[in-house]
């Protein structure tokens, strides 16, 4: 696509040239006026799919728009999955995949705490293989689950919930990342493993806290499930930094992953209407 602010300005003066406002081309094509204000002053570059909406709302089928640059380039493809700079039909849907994502992580969840139930049960480890497979799935779909908490985060500009989601997905992939290690390339990988724990009980739990502050801040927003969400958020963080209630955290985990699910989904729900 053409680069900004050149594509800005060329919809400007087409869709001026077609004797449009804004609100008016946001009745044809259904993009929000926010974004087709901060397309035109080339505060953010739209998706391609967004662009073509645009365009043939204003009835122009020139294929000029698509020619330059049409490939992504990895930092490109970055900031988009990271929704830096993302146009408000991008955060919409990020929020309803991140609903499903949610679900995925939870499964992965589950089976992971379940295998490690069993461990102990039998003193048998499972298959380091099955293990590090679980840990990539779960790093992938807790970052799709969490980047719908960012898309919320930048549709209502709540900064502290937008910071503390960028930490929590740097931090939990930091320390699945150090599971796999240890599970690959140390022998007596459990005591790596409890030392990895040890980091992530005050980082977690410490990001938990702020997330949880970010969510209550929701509530004007999406009302009661976002106040929920956040109050067991932060219960689950304090308890979780402490070695006298840190099974307090473990039985709200999975609780709390639920309704934050159910609060995707009827931020998705709210969206459409």
Known sequence: MIDQPELGNRLLSLRKEKGMTQH???EKSHVSVRTIQRIETGSVMPRASTLKILIDALGDTNQEWFTANSSKGIMERAKEFLL??????????SILYAGIAGVVFLLMSLLD????????????NASIGMSVTLKVFMII??????????????????KLLQTSSYLYMVVFAFVMILEIIALL??????????LVNSFSVI????????????LIRLQDGLGRVSRIAGKIEIVYGVSYMSLILSFVGVILLFPMIVIEIVLLFKADELFKE
Request: hydrophobic fraction near 50%.
């Open 84 to 93: 830096i700079d993302p146009d408000d039909n991008l955060l919409r849907r």
């Open 185 to 194: 390339f140390f022998p007596d990988y459990e005591s790596v493993l409890s």
């Open 113 to 124: 705490l379940g295998m490690g139930f069993l461990s102990d049960a039998y003193k048998e």
């Open 203 to 214: 980082a977690i739990g410490s990001i938990a806290v702020i997330f949880g502050i970010g």
């Open 141 to 158: 779909s807790f970052f799709w689950f969490t980047r719908g908490f960012l898309a919320l985060a930048k549709l209502f500009e709540n």
């Open 24 to 26: 008016e081309l946001r």
